[in-house]
């Protein structure tokens, strides 16, 4: 039963170096009993669909402290916000710009509102096999090709913390009227310390789409939607907000996201200023086995020679869960509701174990051909067949590993040989794919 699992969980003393950001701590819980605080619309509780009372102050916290013209508290994470950000940015038939390093939930979205995805591929770190930046020459490269294209979705920060120079970006989108949604959902706690970058809200980005579970004290599911500029309309963003999310949001995600901001709102200066205190102490004291920053302070990259091999030796020697390992990396997340006992966990398994980081260079995945668009391949019948039978088909579904949720194939691209050796190379190393049943691939018949 779900319920032993997770109560049993709470006895084990493992330390969470990942999401939720609130890390389990019962300094920032919230819910004496969860039935209790379980309620529905009523006259006190708002709407979050239609926010008048308690929900508008919300979110009128939420757009304060990140420096917005408006936000939305979601109930469906990022994955909701970017669905209805999408929406709310484009029509049928539009040519869009993406990052190749997008979310899968932006893969849906694009699947979805029936537009053009244009690729754009960011930097690639070879010693981690993650992406990095996305520079802004391939950003103005690819403006100056597709001049009709009405938006730009970003990632960054990405999952592992790098960020992209989105004031750059902003610029160059806005020189051709189209718009810049940016995938912040790993930032939620940016401009809350100078150790950490400058939200993309304050950057020129038009619409900003944050998780507040995954960096801040707030509860799994809960995000915000940020409305920047009036390039983007408020009431089509609310629209698609409510087309995307359930018409009975949870009060226990509601009420622990709305703790989360006022308590941000009240001691945001002293909750940064103590972690910011021990992560830099942290950093500092196990520098040889991180990588240096790039971005985000608050995201750990340990390089190492085998990912999962540490990520089992953190847990089971050391008590320590991570947030995911890689091929060459293991990813500790940090936030606020660490702990000086966490990080000193943390601190002497490194210095115990050093690992040291892999000579070998991991390819990036070779992109493939679009021969149709996502909405068409999403909609027309499949079968499913190996990896190999499906060279030179047509993808009916994304392919990707999680984490990160990153596709490697899209619904409408052709699988080539070099993207078929690529993954089965990945799951030679023992990479788990999802978007294959029975280790087959879904291609359109
Ligand atoms: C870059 C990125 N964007 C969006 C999402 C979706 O966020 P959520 O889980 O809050 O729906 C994720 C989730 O891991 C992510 O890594």
């Not at 003393?13 to 890390?23: A, E, L, Q, R, T």
């Not at 390992?325 to 210095?351: C, I, K, P, Y």
């Not at 990707?400 to 690529?422: F, K, N, S, V, W």
Request: hydrophobic share 40%; glycine share 6%.
């Amino acid at each position: 039963m779900l319920e032993d699992k997770l109560k049993e969980l709470t006895t084990r003393d493992i330390y969470p170096f990942h999401m939720p950001g609130h890390k389990r701590n019962p300094a920032f819980a919230f819910a004496p009993s969860p039935v209790a605080l379980d309620v529905t619309e009523t006259p006190d509780t708002d709407d979050l669909h239609h926010p008048t009372g308690v929900l508008a102050e919300t979110m009128a916290l939420a757009a304060g402290l990140a420096g917005s013209r408006q936000a939305w508290l979601t109930v469906g994470g990022s994955t909701a916000g970017l669905l209805a950000g999408i929406a709310a940015c484009t029509h049928r038939g539009d040519t869009v710009l993406v990052a190749r390093n997008c979310h899968r939930s932006v893969a849906h979205a694009l699947a979805l509102c029936g537009v053009r995805p244009v690729w754009l591929v960011p930097e690639w770190n070879a010693a981690l096999g993650v992406y990095g930046r996305l520079s802004v020459e391939t950003v103005t490269a690819t403006l100056r090709e597709h001049p009709d294209a009405k938006l730009l979705i970003l990632t960054s920060p990405t999952y592992e913390g790098v960020v992209s120079d989105i004031a750059a970006m902003a610029d160059a989108v806005h020189a051709v009227g189209a718009t810049l949604l940016v995938d912040e959902a790993h930032g939620a706690h940016f401009g809350f310390s100078p150790l950490f970058p400058r939200s993309a809200v304050t950057l020129g980005a038009d619409v900003v789409v944050q998780s507040l579970h995954k960096t801040l004290p707030s509860p799994t599911q809960t995000g915000v939607v940020h409305r920047c500029s009036d390039r983007v309309d408020a009431e089509q963003l609310a629209y698609q907000l409510a087309v995307y999310q359930t018409s009975s949001p949870s009060y226990l995600l509601l009420c622990g996201a709305d703790r989360c901001l006022r308590l941000l709102t009240a001691r945001r200066e002293t909750l940064f200023a103590a972690y910011e205190r021990r992560l830099t102490a942290f950093r500092e004291r196990v520098k040889p086995w991180l990588c240096p920053i790039d971005g985000d302070a608050g995201k750990l990259l340990i390089p190492c020679e085998n990912g999962d091999a540490l990520s089992a030796r953190l847990r089971q020697e050391f008590r320590i869960e991570t947030e995911m390992s890689g091929q060459h990396h293991v990813l500790a997340m940090t936030s606020v509701a660490d702990t000086d006992e966490g990080f000193d966990r943390l601190a002497n398994a490194l210095e115990r174990l050093r690992p040291t980081a892999s000579a070998k260079a991991l390819p990036p995945p070779p992109p493939p051909p679009q021969a149709m668009w996502p909405c068409e391949a999403a909609d027309k019948p499949y079968e499913r067949v190996s990896l190999t039978e499906a060279i030179g088909r047509v993808a009916a579904r994304e392919v990707y590993a999680y984490p990160p949720g990153i596709p490697l194939l899209l619904a409408g691209e052709t699988l080539t040989d070099a993207l078929a050796a690529h993954l089965l190379a990945l799951q030679a190393e023992g990479v788990e794919l999802h978007g294959l049943t029975d280790n087959k691939i879904a291609v359109v018949t």
